[in-house]
């Protein structure tokens, strides 16, 4: 599954830690979803989804 997050993330001016501590994760999961070696769980992407309003499908692309 490719994302669009450090996209948008970048774009917010948020750093992976700022993310990581609005979401309430580890830096490293951002990380991980950032270069694809880690899916999010359906409620994590949608909070993902709603933290930059929009849906989980403009952001998590299925090849």
């Not at 990380?31 to 999010?40: A, H, K, V």
Request: charge should be neutral; aromatic fraction near 4%; glycine fraction near 4%.
């Amino acid at each position: 599954m490719r994302n669009d997050l450090r996209e948008l993330r970048q774009a917010a001016g948020l750093s992976q830690r700022k993310l990581a501590e609005a979401l309430d994760v580890s830096r490293q999961t951002i990380n991980s979803i950032e270069t694809g070696r880690y899916d999010p769980s359906l409620p994590l992407a949608i909070a993902i989804a709603r933290h930059f309003h929009r849906t989980v499908e403009e952001i998590f692309h299925v090849d």
